[in-house]
């Protein structure tokens, strides 16, 4: 499959690829109301190369951020917060000392994306800001034009939850739900200024309009406070080919131990909802307690009814949300005990 035609522009500073958005950045509607871009940012390519040579993206523009230093690198404060620039690999990340000691569900969960190679190329931010997978859109055109194109792209049907308006698509990235349980936030940097949010107020809960960013806007940097250094984190996935491949669901798990019991914990899961999702109701049932097997199942039961998965992917929903009950509680169990 080819790429479709494009003009390369390659930034050497923020200043530079800020400008480059505001002289190139337009919208236009797919009919649906939700812009497609004129131009899209890309950093490491691993998600969005694959997706421009399957024709769901054809931008007139292409911003290639990878050559912005000033976005690379983890920066930590002797408090031990610290500054992950969004263009820093996720290798760097899932081999940086710093974080396994003090922020270990991020380098567990950074450590299972894809494959070596394409952990040296994709980037936290990439990852951050992936788009979202389902079974009916990451095909060729060729494929999506036989079944009739979707509501994601270029049509108007749900060929997963036909009756509705809409999109289910999964979200598939392997450390946002271990950035969640991190207390996360994140840098967002356009022509116009700066904003900081909550990493949780970034996505929206919609397949197809997943995430809280305009067109002109890049991801500069993630921080992680102080409060959550040291918590004690645990990474578990499903996935198919244990070498390669994204998550079909995936739990993190962090916890805060005191005394023997839990002073603080969150659980987050991806890969079974449109965003990235914290567990409703774990935080509380987690604190004041000390961990066995029927706290852990209980959390293991949060978990499933958190979970919406449905025929996105490639194993059933039932399968994937009875693999978030057990994952969760054998995470819960091993985050506990190390
Ligand atoms: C075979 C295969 C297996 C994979 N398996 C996994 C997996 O197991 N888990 C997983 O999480 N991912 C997986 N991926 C996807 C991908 O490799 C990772 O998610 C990676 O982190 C994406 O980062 P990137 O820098 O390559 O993103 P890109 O492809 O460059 O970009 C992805 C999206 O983010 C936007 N973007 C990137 N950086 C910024 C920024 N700084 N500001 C604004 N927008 C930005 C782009 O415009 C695009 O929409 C897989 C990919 C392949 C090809
Ligand atoms: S969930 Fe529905 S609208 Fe979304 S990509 Fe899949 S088939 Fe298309």
Redesign the pocket.
Known sequence: MSLPEFKLLRPRTLEEALGQLARYTGTESNGRGHPTLSV???????????SMRQKL?EPQYVLD?RHIAE?KGIRSSPDNSVEIG??TP?STIEHSNFLRQHYPVLTQAAS????PV??N???????????TRCLWYNQSLTWRKACGFCIKKDGDLCHVAPGGTKCWAAF????PPALLCLDAEIEIVSPLGSRRIPLRDFYTGEGDSYRK?QGN????RVFLPAESAGWRGVYR?L?IRGS????LAGVAVAIKKSNGHVEDARVALTAVNPAPVMVKGATQALQGKAIDESVAESIGELAAKTAKPLTTSALTPEYRREMIRVFTKRAVLAAASN
């Not at 598939?172 to 450390?175: H, K, V």
């Open positions: 899209r940012v890309v950093a490491g390519g691993t998600d969005l190369i694959p993206f951020i976005l969004a263009l996720l299972t994306v894809a494959s394409l952990r190329m994709g980037t936290i931010g990439g990852n951050i800001c992936l788009d598939s990235g392997d450390t960013l806007e890049i991801l500069t996935k996935r390669i491949d994204y998550p």
